[in-house]
């Protein structure tokens, strides 16, 4: 440590010849180990940045930027572009959630068709039910309507079951969002604790920054006594060597007190140029920290505003969660159907029944000639039965028509289903990278606290070592009291 001061000593007495009148003379630095005795970190004075000396004798140095304030607002820039991604899948949701209500709405609209598809279906039912009651049509003919009668039951049926599929899928994928949202309320509550612990030591920073600008001022003042002081030293000596009055002894003790007071006084001097790098550290530390909580602020702000709009989301889909209570009657629909394939196939057994009276009649008819009119007439009743069975065939070709365009319409919807649970599962697989996105934020939040507390010690460290600044000063300024009270006391000899 003595060396070092060494080397600051000769440094000052050569600037000390390039700005004051007559040289000072060399003596030994042995007095200077007490002002270096309280001080703790004088291998951070060796690397300090080089000085540039003005003519009123100050030293001014060069402001080195803080590697670890570097990083913190490089983690403070990670962590905006983190939040701005968050925002945009938080977007991504709110859409998400507005296409989930535009889809129940056409599950509604799909259910309003299948209730109208269903309505149809009972109709034809009631016809059938009403033909019934004729005698049946000739055998090739009855099992073409029959088998016409099953494809469109078949094809009433099938859309149906779609709906109900695409029902539960939309379900599932509402129950994720839910608890993608809720994810993302936690991350935005973990986000507002971080920010009130920044908000803290931002605090506690401005109260360190404040004492240490009282401290700085008064030791400027110090400093600048001294510096005086040291002048008028320096004009005696110059008054006191021109005369060539002053004995042998008074002169060497004159030059061991010069000598001294001039290694204080550059002892004092580094003190002064260390307590200043460290408060311009300090106070661009404090610019970057007030600057970095008030984006912070800006950025809880909007992640409110958008938490709000969660909110509103979610009691929306609560409400489509009512309206999606509804679509259990697509059961009762599935009830309906089994009911109508039951009562179609009383009426087929019903066809083969008529169909094997038909035979008998037939063969009947061979018995004798003497029945032949009853048969006549028979036939001509069932002619107009036939007559009738065609009249009631075109209106249930064309209640079939009407079911086809039905069914066509269903077809369309249900391909407009499918194309949007193809969207929502791309929407799922966003969500969950924007998960994975916000466990990396999270371990990022845990580091810049890390590096929080490792500033709030380093300015713990600075606080001492402006209290032991401050002592040495102290130190240095009875010393100088002293020296002066000895000048007052060898002047009259």
């Not at 994720?176 to 908000?199: F, I, Q, S």
């Not at 008819?365 to 006549?376: I, L, N």
């Not at 032991?468 to 009270?485: F, G, K, Q, V």
């Amino acid at each position: 440590m003595l060396t070092i001061v060494n080397r600051r000593c000769h440094r000052f007495t050569r600037s000390s010849r390039r700005h004051t009148g007559p040289p000072p003379v060399r003596r030994s630095n042995s007095n200077i180990s007490v002002a270096s005795s309280g001080r703790h970190s004088i291998q951070n004075v060796a690397a300090a940045p080089p000085a540039v000396i003005h003519e009123n004798g100050y030293q001014q140095f060069h402001q080195r930027p803080s590697p670890a304030l570097s990083q913190v607002s490089q983690v403070q820039q990670q962590s905006a572009e983190q939040i701005e991604a968050l925002n945009k899948q938080l977007a991504e949701a709110t859409a998400a959630n507005a296409a989930l209500q535009a889809e129940l709405e056409a599950v509604k609209a799909a259910q309003a068709t299948s209730q109208s598809n269903a309505s149809s279906i009972m109709g034809l039912l009631h016809a059938v039910e009403d033909i019934s009651t004729v005698p049946p049509p000739p055998e090739a003919e009855a099992i073409h309507h029959h088998d016409e009668v099953e494809e469109q039951l078949a094809g009433l049926i099938s859309p149906e079951i779609v709906a109900v599929e695409a029902y539960r899928t939309l379900e599932s994928e509402n129950i994720h969002l839910r608890e993608a949202n809720t994810g993302l309320n936690r991350d935005l509550e973990t986000v507002r604790d971080k920010v009130a612990k920044m908000e803290v030591f931002a605090g506690n920073v401005e109260t360190v920054k404040d004492r240490l600008e009282q401290e700085r001022a008064s030791i400027e003042e110090e400093c600048e006594r001294l510096r005086e002081k040291l002048i008028e030293r320096e004009n005696e000596l110059a008054k006191a060597k021109a005369q060539g009055e002053v004995s042998a002894s008074t002169s060497s003790d004159w030059k061991t007190e010069i000598s001294r007071l001039k290694g204080e006084n550059t002892a004092l001097v580094d003190a002064k140029d260390e307590l200043l790098q460290k408060v311009q550290t300090l106070e661009s530390l404090l610019s970057d920290v007030i600057e970095q909580k008030r984006v912070v602020e800006d950025r809880l702000s909007e992640l409110e505003q958008q938490n709000d709009n969660l909110t509103q989301s979610n009691e929306r889909l609560l409400r489509f969660e009512k309206e999606n209570n509804r679509l259990d009657e697509l059961d009762r629909l599935e009830q309906e159907r089994a009911s109508i394939e039951e009562e179609c196939e009383r009426l087929r057994e019903k066809l083969i029944e008529r169909e094997n009276e038909l035979a008998k009649a037939k063969a009947q008819g061979e018995v004798s000639a003497s029945t032949s009119s009853d048969w006549k007439t028979e036939i001509s009743r069932l002619k107009g039965e036939n007559t009738a069975l065609v009249d009631a065939k075109d209106e249930l070709l064309q209640k079939v028509q009407t079911l086809e365009s039905l069914l066509s319409d269903v077809i369309e919807q249900k391909r407009v289903v499918e194309d949007r649970l193809s969207e929502l599962e791309q929407q799922n697989d966003n969500l969950t990278q924007s998960n994975e996105r916000l466990l990396r934020f999270e371990k990022e939040n845990n580091r810049l606290d890390e590096l929080v507390n490792k500033m709030r010690t380093e300015v713990e460290q600075f606080r001492v070592e402006a209290e032991l600044s401050r002592r040495c000063l102290d130190d240095l300024r009875r010393m100088i009291d002293r020296a002066n009270s000895n000048d007052s006391l060898g002047s009259p000899a």
